[in-house]
């Protein structure tokens, strides 16, 4: 599934790219959040890792924010 995200982004313009992955990056982050399992977090880990590359710098900084 998330080899699937990243080849669908590289198909998109850049800027349709970087707001798609955001949304997955986001929805993964929110998964990650409720879910315990060590398989899920994993699964969901790695599919942050696929779409982090095409996320601008401001939605990076807006998903993960950095701890204060």
Known sequence: ???GLSAIAARMTPA??????ANA???LTQALE???GHSA???LAEGLSAVADRLTP???ARIFPQPS
């Open 25 to 27: 990056a986001r929805s």
């Open 34 to 36: 409720k879910d315990t």
């Open 1 to 3: 599934l998330f080899q």
């Open 58 to 60: 401001a939605d990076a």
């Open 41 to 43: 977090r994993n699964l």
């Open 16 to 21: 349709d790219a970087a707001q798609f992955c």
